[in-house]
Every structure is written in structure tokens, then in C-alpha cells.
């Protein structure tokens, strides 16, 4: 009988009560455990989801408790520290992305997975979207031909940014949100980037007080001679019908993929102004939709599938190399937007 694989959860953000909601309700996991530096949003996540004991520092839970995984939900820029630790422990660690927001912490990372032996994986969980699979198997099965351009957007709300995250100014869009997109494509074409160039706006969120800018602009060249433009902003207006808008066309000599994520085939219009207009997006659609008082979506097949490959001793789909490429990526566009020119990969 398979055992349940007990979890240490680092971090109760908004995100990462998405995670603890996915571990809770696989009959392979609990999470024992949950840190946050906030000890009410920790409280209030342990009620909730029936965690026995709460924390404030990791490093006491990692020493009080006997845990199986670590699952990192930490904000963009603190991930190196908490996984590097919770490897040195002897724990399988399941981290959100990205892997880090510069390379030498992703470098640092990379060699703790190695050294340790144990099972990591960044949870890049477009790939685990219906629309990205059969995108990825029409590519396989030669229904689209060679890929000639595509073009890739992920926008968020200007409430990201200036409510949801404490620490925007610290992360951007390219690490919050377009990495997203660089990871699928990546997936779905199964090349390399070998050169980017990029452009930035600061002109909305910079007035607010955030040192961070509102979109960026990267033209991506990849080793099958593919060119991709990834455009992201998170300053659409609050009034937008949803949290954010993803939309991915990749064109190739055979066929055309296009994936369209913000509008998921429902629309319910009503008499009233203010909110005459609703329609299913993606946190109500993909990533963590209710049925019965159960989670689905792709957090969940995530999750599961990192559950799996523990209790079955193989190496996750998502592998190392695939966490650190869109790292690698989004640093090359971060230094391009620094220096104004192409960076070479």
C-alpha cells in the first residue's frame, strides 16, 4: 500500500493556498506543517484547511517536524534560501515558479538538486492545460509543420501589482507572468532560445511608486529558426472581466496553433451595468475550478504528478533543465532591457 507522503508548506499566499488546497485533497499527501512570515495568514490557512501546526520561520518546522516534501510558495525573488535548505534536509521540494530571478541563484539551486539526489520540480503548470497538451502533441505529430512565428501574451490587472503583491517592485512581468509563456512555447516547440532582444514601458506604475515596469516587449529566436514575440503587461484596468488574459498563436508551414485562455466558451450577460458581463476564466476554468467541494485544474494535475513521481521513483516531467531554460530566458530579456541590445544564449 502506498504510503501519504507528508508536507511542509512554505508559504500561504494567494498562490499557495491554491497548492495547500491540491495537497489536501490527495489521498497520497497532507501537509503537517505550514510557514508563513505573516501568523495570521498562517492561522488562517491552517483552519481552513486543517493543518495541525503553524510557523513563522521554516527552519523550526524543518527541525520540529518529520516531513517528506518541502513545497515552496514563496514570493519570486526568496526562493534560493528555503530550497537549498529544505535539499540539505533530505526533502523532495515542489517549488512555484520560477526557479529564481537571477541565474546565479538558479545556478545555486540547480547544484543543490544535484547533490542532494532527491525529486524537485518547478511548477511551470501551463504545461498541465488541456489547450498547451494538445498543442504540444499536434507539434509532435507534425500537424503543424516548422514553426515560423508566434506571438504570446500573458497580461495581469493593475491590482496585481499594486494590491495582490507586497513585493512587486522586486519581481516584474517578465518573472511573474511571461515566463509562463516562455516555458510553454518552449515545451510545445522542443527548442532552444539562443537570442532575445526587449522593450519596456514604465509609465503607470512607476507614478504609483513601483520601481517596476507596467509591460515588456521580447522578440525570442530559437535554434529551429522560430521567432516568438512574449508581450506582458499588469496594468490593465481593474474593470477588465477577469484577472488576467493569456492568448498564444504559434504559426508554422503546415498549420496554426492558437490557444486562447481568457475566454473559455461562457458568457453570461445581465441587466445591470456595473457587472452585465461575466464570463469563465481562468481561475474559475483551469487553475483551480470547484466540483463537489473538490479542487481540479492544473494545480492539482501539478501536484499530483509530483506526488507521483515520488511514490514511484521517476523523475518528473518537468526536469531540472526545464526549470532553469526559462530562467535562463528571462534573464537574458531582463539584461536586454538594461543594456538596450540582442543577448546571445
Not at 14 to 29: D, L
Not at 229 to 245: A, E, H, Q, Y
Not at 298 to 317: M, T, Y
Request: glycine share 6%.
Amino acid at each position: 500500500m502506498l504510503k501519504s507522503l507528508k508536507v511542509g508548506m512554505i508559504g500561504a499566499g494567494g498562490w499557495g493556498e491554491n497548492v495547500i488546497g491540491a495537497y489536501q485533497q490527495n489521498p497520497f499527501s497532507r501537509i503537517e506543517a505550514l510557514t508563513d512570515l505573516n501568523l495570521n495568514r498562517a492561522k488562517e490557512m491552517a483552519e481552513k484547511y486543517q493543518i495541525p501546526r503553524v510557523y513563522t520561520d521554516y527552519r523550526e518546522m524543518l527541525e520540529k517536524e518529520e516531513l517528506d516534501i518541502a513545497s515552496v510558495a514563496t514570493p519570486d525573488f526568496a526562493h534560493r534560501e528555503p530550497v537549498c535548505t529544505c535539499l540539505e534536509h533530505g526533502l523532495h521540494v515542489f517549488l512555484e515558479k520560477p526557479v529564481a530571478t537571477n541565474m546565479e541563484d538558479c545556478n545555486a539551486i540547480a547544484e543543490a538538486v544535484k547533490k542532494s539526489g532527491k525529486k524537485f520540480m518547478t511548477d511551470y503548470f501551463m504545461r498541465f492545460i488541456p489547450q498547451f497538451r494538445d498543442a504540444k502533441l499536434a507539434m509532435e505529430a507534425g500537424k503543424l509543420g516548422d514553426i515560423i512565428e508566434g506571438y504570446a501574451r500573458i497580461d495581469d490587472c493593475v491590482s496585481v501589482p499594486t494590491s495582490m503583491l507586497r513585493w512587486s517592485q522586486d519581481s516584474s512581468p517578465i518573472f511573474f507572468i511571461m515566463i509562463h509563456n516562455i516555458d510553454a512555447v518552449r515545451w510545445i516547440l522542443g527548442a532552444e532560445a539562443v537570442e532575445v532582444y526587449a522593450k519596456q514601458q514604465h509609465k503607470k506604475l512607476r507614478a504609483e511608486g513601483k520601481n517596476t515596469p507596467d509591460a515588456v516587449q521580447a522578440m525570442v529566436t530559437f535554434d529551429n529558426g522560430a521567432t516568438v514575440l512574449f508581450d506582458s503587461n499588469w496594468v490593465l484596468p481593474r474593470t477588465f472581466d477577469g484577472l488576467n488574459d493569456q492568448f498564444v498563436r504559434l504559426v508554422g508551414t503546415e498549420g496554426t496553433a492558437y490557444i486562447n485562455l481568457t475566454y473559455q466558451g461562457l458568457q453570461i450577460y445581465r441587466p445591470e451595468f456595473e457587472g452585465a458581463f461575466e464570463h469563465a476564466n481562468q481561475s474559475t476554468v483551469y487553475v483551480n475550478p470547484m466540483f463537489y467541494d473538490k479542487t481540479t485544474g492544473c494545480v492539482e494535475r501539478s501536484v499530483g504528478h509530483f506526488i507521483d513521481c515520488i511514490l514511484q521513483d521517476v523523475e518528473p516531467a518537468i526536469t531540472l533543465q526545464d526549470a532553469i531554460e526559462p530562467t535562463r530566458i528571462a534573464c537574458a530579456i531582463a539584461k536586454s532591457l538594461r543594456t538596450g541590445q540582442v543577448v546571445k544564449l
